[in-house]
């Protein structure tokens, strides 16, 4: 049983590793960030694009019920990968609350840590698809120009990828989420990676901690 959170800055890779951590352990990979865009047209969609959009964190409790709702999904029953929730102490207490009642608990929270200046320069030029899968142009480019090797659809640029918005999520991350690196460490289950190195290194080391 393995319930698992990963932890780190916008561009940090949580995406790209909750990926392949998710085929390997045959865990759901829950992408709060993924479920918010995939509701685009509905109320929540375009309520929560105008967080988004300028960088800023959607309201924590619109965050708490649709992660309590998932996480109460069949799939989920075993085990999860989080990406990118808990992003807020409120978050994380709300997230300890769930879990208490199911009588479940965290297993590790990975903390993966890269500087500003790779941030920005992963994040603009990254290409994503409506599949959930994340390319980049120079990093781990798709076999076709432009097209999704999984299925096949048209790739695009995430509108809070310019900029302003990335700069925007930089300092959000900082002033609200950074404070969780801490408080998950003083519950013993932080283990933090060094996110510089190629995607497949990091993902060795994720394994690694996951096994120990
Ligand atoms: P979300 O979608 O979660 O965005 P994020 O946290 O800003 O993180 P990213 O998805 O940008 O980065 P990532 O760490 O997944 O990196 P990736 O693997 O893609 O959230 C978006 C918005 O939704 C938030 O701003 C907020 O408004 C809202 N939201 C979501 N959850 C919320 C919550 N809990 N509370 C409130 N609001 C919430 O990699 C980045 C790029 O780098 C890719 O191009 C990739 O190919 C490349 N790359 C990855 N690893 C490497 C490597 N090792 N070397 C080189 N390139 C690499
Ligand atoms: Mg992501
Ligand atoms: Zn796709």
């Known amino acids: ?10 561009g ?8 392949l951590l998710s085929g390997k352990l045959n865990a759901p990979h829950i992408s709060t960030g ?5 509701a685009a047209g509905t109320e929540l969609g375009n309520r929560a694009a105008e967080y988004m959009n300028r960088g800023e964190l959607v309201p924590d409790s619109v965050l708490i019920e649709m992660i309590r709702d998932r996480l109460l999904q069949a799939d989920c029953a075993k085990a999860f990968i989080l990406d990118g929730y808990p992003r807020t102490i409120p978050q994380a207490d709300a997230l300890a609350d769930i879990l208490r009642k199911l009588d479940r608990g965290l297993d590790l929270v990975l903390n993966i840590d890269v500087p500003d200046a790779e941030l920005i320069t992963r994040l603009s030029a990254r290409r994503v698809c409506k599949c959930g899968a994340t390319y980049h142009l120079t990093f781990n480019p798709p076999e076709n120009e432009g097209v999704c090797d999984l299925c096949g659809k048209r790739l695009y640029h995430r509108d809070d990828d310019r900029e302003e ?5 930089l300092s ?3 002033k609200q989420t950074q404070p969780l ?11 933090t990676v060094d996110g510089c190195g190629s995607i497949e290194q990091i993902a060795v080391e994720i394994c690694a901690a996951v096994e120990a």
């Open 1 to 10: 049983m393995m319930n698992i959170i990963l932890l780190g800055p916008p």
């Open 12 to 19: 940090s890779g949580k995406g790209t590793q909750a990926a």
């Open 34 to 38: 993924d479920i918010l865009r995939r």
């Open 165 to 169: 918005s990335i700069r925007n999520r």
């Open 172 to 174: 959000v991350y900082k």
């Open 181 to 191: 690196i801490d408080y998950y460490g003083d519950r013993g289950v932080l283990v």
